[in-house]
C-alpha cells in the first residue's frame, strides 16, 4: 500500500478527473479498502478539499465547489489570473495545450460560484500573429470589466488614454469619453484589445485595453450588431493589415474539429482557432480554392462538422471520391466542381 500522503494525492487526482466516483471503485483504483477510503477522505476534507459522499446503490464521492479555495492554492484574484492564463495557453502553440485545457477544467471546478461566473464571463478569443511586448500593462479589473459588459451585452462607457507623442514633454489632454457597444474582447499579438461598435462615431473601433478606465454604472443592454464579414478573427486581423476584414484569400470556410484547440493553432497559422471543449474546436481559414482548403483541413485525422458554406461541403465532397479513385476504387470517378 503506498504512504499515506502520495495515497491522498492520488485520490484527490481521481476527485478530479470526473465528477462522481462510486467509493468501491476508488477502493479498486487505489487497490486499498473501502475504509480507507473512507479514512482518506475525510482527511482530504479537513485540508479544505469539499469533498460531498452521495448515496445509492453505487454511493461514493464528489469533489464539490466550496466557499473557499483550499488551503495553500490560491486567493480569489491569483485564482482569476492563474484561469485567464490557462485560457489564454489552450491557444498558445508551445505544446502544453492540452494540459491547460485539463488544468482549466480542473481550476474551475474547485472554484467558489462567485468566481467562476467572473471566469465564465470572460470569453477570451486568441487572434494569432507574431508577438511584441506590450509596453503597458492591463489591470486585471478592467479585463473582468470589459469581459462582464461583452457578456451582459451593456453600453460601456469609458476614458481612453491618447498615445503619448514622441519627445512631447507633457501628457496629452485626455479625450472624452467613449461609448460603446461592446462585442469582444481578443488577444492580438501580446496586446488586449475590444472590439466595439462606437455609438458617438457610429462605426467599428478597435480599442486598445491597456488604454481603458472604465465608468460606472454601465449602460443599458443591447441587440448586438452583425460584425462585418461576420468573423471577429478576420475582423481584427484585417483592421491591423489595412483592409476591411474580408481577407485575401477568395475562398474561407468554417469547420468544427474534434481535436483540442492548441493542437490546430500549431500548424494553422493563418487561420482562427476557438476552443469548444478540452477535445473539440471550430477553425475558420481560408485557401485559394475550395479542394486546396478541404484538404488542408484534412490534414488534422480528425472527425469533420462542416458549418459552411456550400462551396466547402461540395469541395469535401469531391475530393472524398477523388480520394476512392486513388484507393483503387472506380465506381465512383470525381466530378468536377464549380
Not at 22 to 32: C, K, N, S
Not at 40 to 61: M, N, Q, S, T
Not at 122 to 143: H, N
Not at 223 to 232: C, K, M, N, Q, T
Amino acid at each position: 500500500m503506498p504512504k499515506t500522503s502520495a495515497r491522498l494525492l492520488s485520490l484527490l487526482s481521481l476527485l478530479q478527473a470526473r465528477r462522481d466516483w462510486p467509493g468501491a471503485l476508488l477502493a479498486e483504483r487505489l487497490d486499498i479498502s473501502l475504509r480507507t477510503v473512507r479514512r482518506d477522505v475525510d482527511r482530504l476534507r479537513e485540508l479544505g478539499y469539499p469533498i460531498v459522499a452521495f448515496k445509492g446503490p453505487d454511493g461514493g464521492y464528489r469533489l464539490d465547489a466550496g466557499a473557499e479555495l483550499p488551503p495553500l492554492l490560491f486567493d480569489d484574484e491569483q485564482a482569476v489570473a492563474l484561469a485567464v492564463a490557462l485560457q489564454i495557453a489552450t491557444t498558445a502553440g508551445a505544446g502544453i495545450e492540452e494540459a491547460a485545457a485539463r488544468a482549466l477544467i480542473t481550476v474551475r471546478q474547485v472554484m467558489p460560484a462567485r468566481l467562476r461566473r467572473r471566469i465564465d464571463t470572460l470569453q477570451i478569443t486568441a487572434v494569432e500573429r507574431p508577438v511584441t511586448r506590450p509596453d503597458r500593462q492591463v489591470d486585471s479589473g478592467v479585463l473582468m470589466t470589459l469581459g462582464a459588459a461583452v457578456h451582459a451585452r451593456e453600453v460601456l462607457r469609458f476614458g481612453y488614454a491618447p498615445v503619448p507623442r514622441p519627445g512631447a514633454n507633457d501628457e496629452p489632454a485626455p479625450s472624452a469619453p467613449r461609448r460603446v457597444e461592446p462585442h469582444h474582447l481578443v488577444t492580438w499579438g501580446g496586446r488586449w484589445y475590444l472590439v466595439a461598435w462606437d455609438l458617438d462615431r457610429e462605426d467599428w473601433r478597435t480599442f486598445r485595453a491597456d488604454r481603458i478606465t472604465p465608468r460606472t454604472p454601465t449602460g443599458p443592454r443591447f441587440a448586438p450588431r452583425e460584425l462585418p464579414g461576420g468573423d471577429v478573427a478576420a475582423f481584427v486581423s484585417g483592421r491591423f493589415q489595412g483592409h476591411d476584414g474580408s481577407g485575401d484569400q477568395p475562398c474561407r470556410g468554417e469547420v468544427i474539429l474534434d481535436v483540442p484547440a492548441g493542437f490546430v493553432s500549431r500548424y494553422t497559422r493563418d487561420g482562427f482557432v476557438e476552443e469548444l471543449g478540452p477535445n473539440r474546436c471550430r477553425l475558420t481559414l481560408g485557401s485559394w480554392s475550395w479542394p486546396a482548403l478541404a484538404a488542408a483541413v484534412g490534414r488534422f485525422d480528425a472527425d469533420i462538422e462542416v458549418v459552411g458554406p456550400a462551396e466547402l461541403k461540395d469541395a469535401f465532397a469531391h475530393l472524398a471520391r477523388r480520394y476512392a479513385d486513388a484507393a483503387g476504387d472506380a465506381s465512383a470517378p470525381p466530378a468536377p466542381i464549380g
